[in-house]
């Protein structure tokens, strides 16, 4: 529950630190056996997904600070992507806009609980 700055931006950098991590993890794990990175990579998008809009999140707190217009932007991001869902040929592209969409729903409700 994000219920100020403070406490968002814990959820903020620790959602970054995984992402780095999941990153790094991903590459040792490519130049070690490529097939199996890739068979195992929901796991990665899922982290990098929540590092990205955890890391736009964040540009907005610096920028604007603390107060609904987070939790309007994480909810509007998440109703734009739950509208209109990807559909590309790429299931890997489509698999990552999923993992974002849900990162913006789950910052949306850490959001709103913060505000109740």
Known sequence: MA?????LRFHLE??????REAVKGFAERMER???????WA?????????????TILAAILDERGFGPGLERRAREEALRGARWPASSTSPTSNRMNQAVTAAWA?????????TN
């Open 42 to 54: 929901d796991p990665v998008i899922e982290k990098i997904a929540k590092a990205r809009v955890a």
């Open 33 to 39: 056996d490529p097939v199996d990175a890739f068979e």
């Open 106 to 114: 789950n910052y949306a409700e850490l959001l709103a609980e913060g």
């Open 3 to 7: 219920r100020n700055a403070d406490s």
């Open 14 to 19: 620790m959602d970054m630190d995984a992402g």
